[in-house]
C-alpha cells in the first residue's frame, strides 16, 4: 500500500554492485539477501538509518542505497530477485 502521508517517509532501494552474493542484515534483525547484480526496493528507512553494515558496504562501493518514490520498475527488464529471511 502506497504511503499517502502528507510527509511520507521515503523507502529505499539497494543495489549488490559485488560479483558475490551479500548478506545485510536490517535494523530489525532480518536478513537482505543479494545476488551479484540483484537491486530491491521499498526498504524502509528505519531498516537503513545508521546501519553498520551499510554504511560499511557504502564505504567499500559493494552496494548502492538510494531513496525512492516507490518500487523501481523497469518494463520488460527483469531483474534478479533478493530474498528477505527472518
Do not use: W, Y
Amino acid at each position: 500500500m502506497p504511503n499517502t502521508s502528507p510527509n511520507p517517509k521515503p523507502n529505499f532501494a539497494i543495489a549488490n554492485l559485488a560479483k558475490r552474493p551479500l548478506v545485510l542484515t536490517l535494523n530489525s534483525k532480518e536478513s537482505l539477501h543479494l545476488a551479484p547484480g540483484a537491486r530491491v526496493s521499498g526498504i524502509a528507512e528505519q531498516e537503513v538509518t545508521n546501519n553498520p553494515d551499510i554504511k560499511k558496504l557504502l564505504g567499500l562501493s559493494l552496494i548502492q542505497c538510494r531513496a525512492v518514490d516507490g518500487p523501481e520498475r523497469e518494463s520488460g527488464e527483469k531483474k534478479p530477485r533478493a530474498a528477505v529471511q527472518k
